[in-house]
């Protein structure tokens, strides 16, 4: 069954940088849009980026836009989200959800980042 | 960026009665909408899409209406596994926005 485990979390400090992974497995890779979604404690959800099948098209939330860049390694189904410049409100829970007819179909059990000195 | 409303913000009911929940946005999506139910602790999950669609494995007491700017998400008769947080997102636009999300809690 379609399985996506995200991994990197953790607590950095203001201004330092993170990446995070999202190994896919079960479906085809390659031929799917994949989006990072996160959710504050406590607060809703907010999407973050979005990259193409192919990694040609990346589009981003303004709140992270220049700072987050979303790209992917289809040889190794695995989706990343390098994090540069963290600040405290960066701080949530942050899923990959795998896109099919526009929509989030899959989604992992996410990873928590903590911004914090 | 398309806000999305929804309403009310709790709602309160008992096992066995109607939820009706509400999602507003400040243009017109078409259809172009979806719902999410979230649990604690948990991930997402896709219950509804194009405003009406209900999405593999969904239960058929979760429906979805509207068009436009006016959705709403409708649980015929809860089951107390149905006690979450739903959120309605859009897909219309970029950026992909959600709602602040709907509580439905045990009365």
């Known amino acids: 069954q379609v399985q996506l485990v995200e991994s990197g979390g953790g607590v950095v400090q203001p201004g330092r940088s993170l990446r995070l992974s999202c190994a896919a497995s079960?479906?085809?890779?390659?031929?799917?849009?994949m989006h990072w979604v996160r959710q504050a404690p406590g607060k809703g959800l907010e999407w973050v980026a979005l990259?193409?099948?192919?990694?040609?098209?990346?589009y981003y939330a303004d709140s992270v836009k220049g700072r987050f860049t979303i790209s992917r390694d289809n040889s190794k189904n695995t989706l990343y989200l390098q994090m540069d410049s963290l600040r405290a409100d960066d701080t949530a829970v942050y899923y990959c959800?795998?896109?099919?007819?526009?929509?989030?179909?899959?989604w992992g059990q996410g990873t928590l980042v903590s911004v914090s000195s | 960026e398309i806000v999305l409303t929804q309403s009310p913000a709790t709602l309160s009911l008992s096992p066995g009665e109607r939820a009706t929940l509400s999602c507003r946005a400040s243009?017109?999506?078409?259809?172009?909408l979806a719902w999410y139910q979230q649990k604690p602790g948990q991930a997402p999950r896709l219950l509804i899409y194009?405003?009406?669609k209900r999405a593999t494995g969904i239960p058929a007491r979760f429906s979805g209406s509207g068009s436009g700017t006016d959705f709403t998400l409708t649980i015929s008769s809860l089951e107390p596994e149905d006690f979450a947080v739903y959120y309605c997102?859009?897909?219309?636009?970029?950026?992909?926005?959600f709602g602040q999300g709907t509580k439905v809690e045990i009365k």
């Open positions: 990259i193409s099948y192919d990694g040609v098209n990346k």
């Open positions: 194009d405003a009406s």
């Open positions: 959800a795998r896109e099919t007819d526009g929509y989030n179909d899959y």
């Open positions: 243009q017109s999506l078409i259809s172009f």
């Open positions: 997102q859009q897909r219309s636009d970029w950026p992909r926005t």
């Open positions: 079960a479906f085809s890779f390659s031929t799917y849009a």
